[in-house]
């Protein structure tokens, strides 16, 4: 059983949830080019690491919510908005 | 010939049921419930001609303030609700910024009008819902309760995590079901003199999977030898 923490709720079994995926800065619909659009759409990093996912609580509190998780080893981590932010620089 | 239009004088007042299916149907306060009474150490109840009123509003606004409790915890009142000479009502925090009023039989109707008159003097963005009839609500009582709730839920159902007066939402054998720890304080209550009641929970999900989950807790209870009863309150 894998454990998942939700913002909300705490720690839960991971069946209570459903994987939203790989969650990026969504580009600007009046400027993109449709190959950006493409990418945002249907590609995913995939790293074997790190990864800012969105779950979305549906036995429990039905909130989405944004997480980082290790894809190695499910370590997971509540998102630190400004790391984020200095990240994106 | 006569009017369709024209309700006949003699036509039966129409009755409510549960999704459950009752033991020796008895007809109380328009809904048909089980006759059955039981004093075994574990119980469970149909408790769903309980009226069950929804409230959606900011997560800490002043509907949130007015209604006295927070996402997780469950309590008796508000004062404000009751101010009408409405019974008591138990409210419950069921999700961030949602919540859950149980009130007696047959007053949903009021419960959701003093509700949204309450709501209407806040000027808050919010719903409410009379579900009476979309959902199914049962009560286990018993001092094996947690135990046989665990067969079935994941959560750690110890004091110290789900204390009287918790409300969370989980999975209970496979379904989404909304719990509240609602210990009995009643004169069978073997503690209430020492005030310690008999764990009890409430458990409520949607009405279409209401016999499911009732079977499914009525199995899990059997090694504790469960046995159905009317309704916990009424028996009170
Ligand atoms: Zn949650």
Redesign the interface.
């Known amino acids: 059983m894998m454990l998942l923490t939700c913002p909300w709720c705490g720690p839960r079994n991971s069946t209570e949830f459903r994987f939203g995926g790989e969650s990026h800065p969504r580009p600007r619909p009046d400027a993109a080019t449709p190959e950006e659009w493409r990418d945002y759409l249907y590609f995913a990093t995939n790293p074997r690491g790190w990864s800012r996912e969105t779950w979305y609580h549906g036995s429990g509190c039905r909130r989405y919510f944004a997480i980082e998780r290790h894809t190695e080893t499910n370590e997971h981590r509540a998102i630190d908005e400004r790391r984020a932010a200095e990240a994106r620089r | 010939m006569s009017d369709p239009n024209t309700p006949t004088p003699n036509a039966p007042t129409p009755i409510a049921r549960s999704p459950i299916a009752p033991i020796n149907p008895r007809v109380e306060n328009g809904w048909e419930v089980s006759d059955a009474r039981s004093t075994a150490a574990l119980t469970i109840a149909d408790e769903t001609p309980l009226a069950k009123v929804a409230v959606r509003a900011p997560f800490a606004g002043a509907i949130a303030g007015l209604l006295g409790v927070g996402?997780g915890r469950a309590a008796r009142g508000p004062a404000s609700l009751q101010a009408d000479g409405l019974p008591e009502a138990l409210v419950v925090g069921s999700?961030?910024g949602e919540w859950l009023v149980l009130a007696a039989p047959g007053t949903s109707p009021a419960v959701r009008q003093r509700l949204e008159a309450l709501i209407a003097g806040t000027g808050e963005f919010a719903s409410v819902v009379d579900l009476t009839h979309g959902r199914a609500l049962m009560r286990l009582r018993g001092e094996d309760s947690p135990a046989m709730l665990a067969k079935v839920c994941?959560i750690d159902l110890s004091d110290d995590v789900v204390g009287n007066g918790a409300a969370?939402?989980?999975?209970v054998a496979r379904l989404?079901t909304d719990i509240v720890r609602d210990d009995c304080f009643d004169a069978r209550s073997a503690g209430a003199a020492r005030g310690d009641g008999v764990r009890s929970y409430l458990l409520h999900c949607e009405r279409s999977s209401g016999q499911y989950l009732f079977d499914a807790l009525l199995d899990a209870g059997a090694e504790f030898g469960i046995e159905v009863t009317g309704s916990v309150r009424a028996a009170g």
Do not use: E, I, L, N
């Open positions: 996402f999700g961030p994941a969370f939402r989980s999975s989404v």
